[in-house]
C-alpha cells in the first residue's frame, strides 16, 4: 500500500474500533439496566489480568511518555474467583481515563487486601494519577451516563461519557 492508503485504512481501522467500543458500551448499559447483566464467578489469575491491563495501556502511556504501572500488593492472593472479564473493562475504563487526563508524571493501578476471611479475600483497587484533579461539581458529574466532567474535554479528549457509568453500575454490582 501507498502512504497515503495506509494512512486511509489506519483512520478507518481506528473509527471502527471505537464505533464497537460504542456499541460495546451500550449493550453493555442496556443489560445492566434491563437487569439482564449476568456476572460470572470464576477462578483466575488477578496478576495475569493486571499484567493484561498494562499491556493493553502501555502504548497509550508510551505515547504522552508516562509511567504505567499495575501491581498487587505481597498479601493479596494470585487465584481468585470473580469476573475477570468484567473487572479488567472496570481497571481499563479507569486507567485509560486517568491516562487520558493526565499530562505528566505517572498512572497506577494498586491492589491491596482489606480482609480475608472465611476463605474469601475482599480486595481494594486504586487508580491514582497525577493528573489535574477535579472539582467537587466535576466529581458529582463524573459517573453519570453520557456526562463528563468538563463537557469542553469531549472535544478535546473525545469519549461518550459512558464507560465510567458502566463501570460504577458493575462495581456496585461486584458489591464494591
Not at 464497537?20 to 489480568?49: P, T, V, W, Y
Request: glycine share 8%; proline share 2%; with cysteine.
Amino acid at each position: 500500500l501507498s502512504t497515503e492508503q495506509r494512512g486511509y485504512l489506519d483512520t478507518v481501522k481506528r473509527c471502527s474500533e471505537s464505533m464497537l467500543a460504542l456499541l460495546n458500551d451500550i449493550l453493555d448499559l442496556s443489560k445492566i439496566e434491563a437487569g439482564r447483566l449476568e456476572l460470572e464467578s470464576i477462578d483466575f489469575s488477578l496478576r495475569a489480568m493486571l499484567e493484561d491491563v498494562l499491556d493493553s495501556l502501555a502504548a497509550k502511556a508510551s505515547e504522552k511518555r508516562l509511567e504505567w504501572n499495575a501491581f498487587a500488593r505481597f498479601d493479596v492472593p494470585d487465584m481468585v474467583v470473580g469476573d475477570p472479564t468484567r473487572l479488567r473493562q472496570i481497571l481499563m475504563n479507569l486507567s485509560g481515563n486517568a491516562l487520558k487526563f493526565t499530562e505528566q508524571g505517572e498512572v497506577a493501578i494498586e491492589v491491596s487486601l482489606v480482609e480475608r476471611a472465611r476463605g474469601e479475600a475482599r480486595l481494594r483497587f486504586d487508580v491514582r494519577d497525577t493528573g489535574p484533579g477535579l472539582t467537587p461539581e466535576e466529581r458529582q458529574r463524573l459517573f453519570r451516563k453520557f456526562a463528563q466532567a468538563d463537557t469542553s474535554t469531549t472535544r478535546k479528549f473525545g469519549g461518550t461519557g459512558l464507560g465510567l457509568a458502566i463501570s460504577k453500575q458493575l462495581v456496585e454490582q461486584m458489591d464494591g
